[in-house]
T-cell receptor, first 109, second 115 residues
Framework: GQQVMQIPQYQHVQEGEDFTTYCNSSTTLSNIQWYKQRPGGHPVFLIQLVKSGEVKKQKRLTFQFGEAKKNSSLHITATQTTDVGTYFCAEAGANNLFFGTGTRLTVIP | GAVVSQHPSRVICKSGTSVKIECRSLDFQATTMFWYRQFPKQSLMLMAT?????????EQGVEKDKFLINHASLTLSTLTVTSAHPEDSSFYICSAVGPSTDTQYFGPGTRLTVL
């Protein structure tokens, strides 16, 4: 399947700081989905981006799809302790999802 | 939103036994269900795609005879880990796709521990 890389693998931030995770692919992505997995939980769908250059916001979260549709980013403004977890990007193929490697976020109170 | 359940949530079994995990879409019909495996601190790995009424499609490296998948109805798919070994211990997650959408709804996962 496709290789979708995410960076960084781990990120520790002080509460209130911003956080960004990047998703990169060597091939053009048809779409990009973002998931959040709380520690011990399962991935929960956050959003899907389809259009080139698309930007969507959910409260403190900003999702962006690159112009070339080969990369995406998730930015969290002023992190809170409730933001801890692993954030995955994924491309929805015709029949399945190709997950990125995930970024594990730790928020220090 | 759509709800997907998994049962059991946790299971501990002895080496050599078989374990069945159920994945149900509770409020929608899922023509396709997916089974994933997650190793500690790693990303989800797709194991197989399950289509109702047909044979599952397995990803490369996944033993079809060891991980038996049955999708007998539009709301139920089962994964049976046969002759389980300690290396099969993992977190297994299913997801389901409803009609007219490509959004996957994930089940809560099943933690399998093989002693």
């Amino acid at each position: 399947g496709q290789q979708v890389m995410q960076i960084p693998q781990y990120q520790h931030v002080q509460e209130g700081e911003d956080f960004t995770t990047y998703c990169n692919s060597s091939t053009t992505l048809s779409n990009i989905q973002w998931y959040k997995q709380r520690p011990g939980g399962h991935p929960v769908f956050l959003i899907q981006l389809v259009k080139s250059g698309e930007v969507k916001k959910q409260k403190r979260l900003t999702f962006q799809f690159g112009e070339a549709k080969k990369n995406s980013s998730l930015h969290i403004t002023a992190t809170q302790t409730t933001d801890v977890g692993t954030y995955f990007c994924a491309e929805a193929g015709a029949n399945n999802l190709f997950f990125g490697t995930g970024t594990r976020l730790t928020v220090i109170p | 939103g759509a709800v997907v359940s998994q049962h059991p949530s946790r299971v501990i079994c002895k080496s050599g036994t078989s374990v069945k995990i159920e994945c149900r879409s509770l409020d929608f019909q899922a023509t396709t269900m997916f089974w994933y495996r997650q190793f500690p601190k790693q990303s989800l790995m797709l194991m197989a795609t399950s289509n109702e009424g047909s044979k599952a499609t397995y990803e490369q490296g996944v033993e079809k005879d060891k991980f038996l998948i049955n999708h007998a109805s539009l709301t139920l798919s089962t994964l049976t880990v046969t002759s389980a070994h300690p290396e099969d211990s993992s977190f297994y997650i299913c997801s389901a796709v409803g009609p007219s959408t490509d959004t996957q709804y994930f089940g809560p996962g099943t933690r399998l521990t093989v002693l």
